[in-house]
Each structure stands twice: as structure tokens, then as C-alpha cells.
């Protein structure tokens, strides 16, 4: 806990930032920031520079209730810069997606480096769709205990992070509503991590 030194007459929000410089999601009154730090990459659970994203900032609010940016410098250069990105003056930044159907260029190349890329951030589940596909880390991660359970409970798929807890939390509210037998299959090379899954 810490201190700050904010004006009691102002009124302020906390936004959640993933990537550095990039869109900031504005935590609500039923967001629970410990909830939204349990879906970030391990590393970044860690104490880590502000650069390598994943951090949360505190924004005045004005009476009509929009945001004062209080580094609005920032913003322009970082909305000149993804101007110039549209115009093609300079590459997209590589990021990862979370669903392979968001992929700007959908090819095996891009597919497999956007798999790498979130494999590398400790983000071992990628949708395809409805469908989940799950890299096999070969180490424990503590990504399936009651809180996650709890988290992915009665979300929308693709909402949060993906997770194999989500696919089975959209099958059993299926089963609920329809009143049909849902089915889940899960498929891979021998050694993959099915048993883990299931």
C-alpha cells in the first residue's frame, strides 16, 4: 500500500494498459484489478519496467465524466504514429491476438508466429474461432486453480483471456439453456497434454 498525494475534490478512474502506449481498458465499479493481474503473463506479475506494458494508470475524470489524459503528449505521438502505420510509412507492430481469426494476413507463417509469440508470454491457449488450441508448456502454471474457475464462470467466449476452463463453462451453460448433451473433444499428438486438459 502506498500514500498518494491525489486532490480529494477531483474525481479519478483506473484504466488497465496491456501494451505501452497502447488503448487503456477502463476498469468499472465490477472489474476487480486482482482478477484482471491473474491473466496477465506470469512475467508481468512480477515488478517490471513500464515499457514492457501490462500496468494500470490513474486518470482524472472530468464533470461530464471523459477523461483528462494527463499525458496527452504521449497520446499524440502514439496516434501519429499508428497514422503512419495506416498509410503504410511504417511496419505494424507485431502483436499477438488472442483469436487467429483476427489476423490481419492468415497464412501458416503467421499463424505459427503469432503461436510463438504468445507462447513466449506464458499465454499457452489461442482461439481459432470457437475452437481452443492449447500449446503444452511442459511445466506447471498456475493457471487452474478455483480463482480462474471462478473467473471464467458465465463469461462470453473470447471475452476474457483465453482458457480451457472458458470452453468448459460455455458447454455446461449450452447444456443448461438448451437442455442438449454438449460435447467436448480434445485431439492431439501423443505426449501434447490432453490428459492435463481433460
Given at each position: 500500500?502506498?500514500?498518494?498525494d ?13 501494451e505501452s ?14 482478477q484482471?493481474v ?6 508481468a ?19 461530464d ?12 505521438k ?34 505459427l ?16 474461432g470457437?475452437?481452443l ?9 498456475p ?16 471475452k ?13 451453460h ?12 480434445i ?12
Amino acid at each position: 500500500l502506498f500514500r498518494s498525494d491525489l486532490d480529494g475534490t477531483k474525481h479519478y478512474l483506473l484504466a488497465e494498459v496491456k501494451e505501452s502506449g497502447g488503448e487503456e481498458w477502463v476498469l468499472d465499479a465490477n472489474d476487480s484489478p486482482v482478477q484482471r493481474v491473474l491473466l496477465w503473463p506470469r512475467r508481468a506479475q512480477d515488478e517490471h519496467s513500464q515499457k514492457d506494458g501490462y500496468y494500470f494508470l490513474l486518470q482524472e475524470r472530468n464533470t461530464d465524466g471523459s477523461i483528462k489524459y494527463v499525458h496527452l503528449g504521449q497520446v499524440s505521438k502514439e496516434k501519429e504514429a499508428r497514422q503512419m502505420v495506416e498509410r503504410g510509412f511504417l511496419p505494424r507492430r507485431h502483436e499477438d491476438y488472442d483469436d487467429l481469426c483476427n489476423l490481419p494476413n492468415l497464412t501458416e507463417t503467421s499463424i505459427l508466429e503469432n503461436l510463438k509469440t504468445r507462447f513466449e508470454k506464458h499465454k499457452i491457449y489461442t482461439y481459432a474461432g470457437s475452437i481452443l488450441i492449447a500449446i503444452n508448456p511442459f511445466k506447471f502454471l498456475p493457471i487452474y486453480n478455483p480463482k480462474y474457475v471462478k473467473l471464467y464462470d458465465n463469461h462470453q467466449l473470447g471475452k476474457l483471456e483465453p482458457h480451457i476452463f472458458a470452453i468448459a463453462d460455455v458447454a455446461y451453460h449450452t447444456m443448461l439453456k438448451k437442455h442438449v448433451n454438449q460435447c467436448i473433444v480434445i485431439s492431439g499428438e501423443s505426449g501434447s497434454g490432453k490428459i492435463g486438459r481433460a
